[in-house]
C-alpha cells in the first residue's frame, strides 16, 4: 500500500516513469511490486471468502457485482480522482482496478472448475501469453471488426469507443492479469495448511520462481518482449530489471511475485508497531486506494498555489496517461515525492482505522463493496 502511493506521488510530481539516474530507477521499479501482489491476493482473498460462503453460486455472485462494481468505480470516481476534470467526452481510464475488476468476472466463472484446475490456467495464461504475443498482435488486422476486444483483452493503449466518442486509456488488460488472479485463487488452498508446511511451501515457490527469473533473464531464454542487452547501453546492469509490465511479462511476474511470495513466511510473524499500523491499511485496500489518489492530488494543487502562486493547468490534465510531460520548471526533486508519500501515508492511517474498527464492529452489506 505505501510503495503504490509512491508511484502515484510520483505521477503528480512529474519525475518519469523510471530511467536513469538510478534513484529514479528504482523508485519506480520498487513500485512494480504493488500490482502483482495486489492482483494475486485479491484471487486468495477470493478462495478464502468462498469459504465461508453457503454455495458456489454465492461466491460467483459476489464476485460478479464487486468486479463490476470496480470497473465502475474506475470509469467514474478513480477517473475524476487522477483527472479533477469531467472532460468524459473526451477521455475514460482503464487502470489496475479495472483490471481487477474484469479479472474477477471471470473468476466468477471460473471458480466452477476444481482449484487445481483453476491454478492450472492461471500459471498457463502468465506462462504462455509471450508466445502468443505476435499472433494476438496481428488479430486486428485479420479480424478488424473484433479488434476492440482484443485490445482490451491483451493489446493496450487507447481505444475509441464509438465513432466519436471518448478515448478509453488501456492501461490494464485482460491478459496476463485474469492468469495472475487465477493462481492467486488456488494458492488460498496453500495459506489453508497448517504453518510449518505452509512456510516451506511459500519459501520453496517464492525462492524457485525468483531463480526462474534470474535463469531466464540472464540467458534471454524466453519470457519478456525484448532481450535485456539490446536495451540502451547507458542503462547498464539496470537492463537486467528492467521487464515489461504492460502487458506483464512472465519474467516481470517471476521478478515480482517470486519475492513477494517467498516473504511471507517473514511477514506472517511480524510484530511490532510499524507491522500493526501497515496490518491497518491492508485490512481497508479499496478503501485505502479510494481516498489516496485524490489526496496526493489535492497535496499538488496546494503546493502549486503555495510555490508558483496558482494551479499549473497540467495538474487537470488527463492523468496518468493522457497527460503528457509536466511542464519544464514544474518537476519536484526526488525528495520531495518520498516526503510528500510520507505525509499523505501518515494522513490516511487514521480515516483507515476508523473504517476498519467499523467493519469489525458492524456487517452491513454495503460496507463490504469498500
Same mark, same amino acid.
Given at each position: ?51 465461508? *460462503?453457503?454455495?458456489?453460486?454465492? @461466491? ?14 474506475? @470509469? ?19 487502470? &489496475?482496478?479495472?483490471?481487477? /475488476? ?19 490456467? $492461471?500459471?498457463?495464461?502468465? #506462462? ?14 485479420? #479480424? ?12 493496450? $493503449? ?7 466518442? =471518448?478515448? *478509453? ?8 492479469? &485474469? ?8 494458492? /488460498?488452498?496453500?495459506? @489453508? ?5 505452509? !512456510? !516451506?511451501?511459500?519459501?520453496? +515457490? ?11 533473464? #540472464? ?7 525484448? =532481450? ?17 509490465? %504492460?502487458? /506483464?511479462?512472465?519474467?516481470?511476474? +517471476?521478478?515480482?511475485?517470486? =519475492? ?21 491499511? $491492508?485490512?481497508?485496500? +479499496?478503501? %485505502? ?41 514544474? !518537476?519536484? =526533486?526526488?525528495?520531495?515525492? %518520498? #516526503? &510528500? ?5 501518515? +494522513? ?23
Amino acid at each position: 500500500m505505501v510503495l503504490m502511493a509512491i508511484d502515484h506521488v510520483r505521477v503528480f510530481s512529474g519525475v518519469p516513469a523510471g530511467g536513469l539516474p538510478p534513484a529514479i530507477f528504482f523508485t519506480r521499479w520498487i513500485t512494480h511490486f504493488c500490482a502483482p501482489a495486489f492482483v494475486f491476493f485479491a484471487g486468495t482473498g477470493a478462495f478464502l471468502h468462498g469459504r465461508k *460462503l453457503a454455495s458456489r453460486g454465492s @461466491l460467483t455472485a459476489f464476485l460478479a457485482i464487486r468486479g463490476l462494481w470496480l470497473v465502475l468505480l474506475e @470509469l467514474t470516481v478513480l477517473r475524476v480522482s487522477w483527472t479533477f476534470n469531467f472532460d468524459y467526452a473526451h477521455y475514460l481510464l482503464a487502470g &489496475v482496478i479495472w483490471g481487477i /475488476g474484469w479479472s474477477m468476472v471471470l473468476l466468477a466463472v471460473l471458480v466452477w472448475l476444481p482449484t487445481a484446475v483453476v491454478g492450472a490456467f $492461471g500459471v498457463l495464461v502468465i #506462462a504462455g501469453h509471450d508466445a502468443l504475443a505476435g499472433w494476438i498482435g496481428n488479430l486486428p488486422q485479420s #479480424a478488424p471488426d473484433w479488434s476492440w476486444l482484443w485490445q482490451i483483452l491483451y493489446l493496450d $493503449g487507447p481505444l475509441r469507443v464509438g465513432a466519436d466518442g =471518448p478515448v *478509453l486509456a488501456i492501461l490494464y488488460v485482460i491478459v496476463p492479469w &485474469v492468469g495472475v488472479m487465477a493462481s492467486g485463487y488456488a494458492f /488460498g488452498a496453500v495459506m @489453508l495448511t497448517e504453518p510449518a508446511r505452509r !512456510r !516451506r511451501i511459500c519459501f520453496a +515457490l517464492g525462492l524457485g520462481m525468483t531463480a526462474a527469473f534470474l535463469v531466464l533473464r #540472464a540467458f534471454d531464454l524466453y519470457g519478456d518482449p525484448g =532481450p535485456w542487452r539490446s536495451q540502451p547501453e547507458r542503462m547498464g546492469w539496470l537492463a537486467f530489471l528492467n521487464t515489461s509490465k %504492460y502487458p /506483464g511479462s512472465l519474467q516481470f511476474f +517471476l521478478m515480482t511475485l517470486g =519475492p513477494t511470495i517467498a516473504l511471507l513466511p517473514l511477514l506472517d510473524r511480524a510484530r511490532g508497531p510499524v507491522a500493526r499500523v501497515l496490518t491497518v491499511f $491492508g485490512r481497508v485496500p +479499496l478503501f %485505502y486506494y479510494l481516498l489516496h489518489i485524490p489526496l496526493i492530488h489535492l497535496a499538488f494543487v496546494l503546493l502549486s498555489l503555495a510555490r508558483f502562486g496558482e494551479v499549473v493547468p497540467w495538474l487537470f490534465a488527463n492523468h496518468p496517461m493522457g497527460s503528457g510531460r509536466a511542464p519544464d520548471d514544474y !518537476r519536484y =526533486p526526488l525528495w520531495s515525492l %518520498y #516526503a &510528500v508519500t510520507a505525509v499523505v501515508v501518515t +494522513l490516511l492511517y487514521f480515516p483507515c482505522r476508523w473504517f476498519a474498527e467499523l467493519k469489525q464492529r458492524r456487517r452491513d452489506a454495503w460496507l463490504s463493496f469498500l
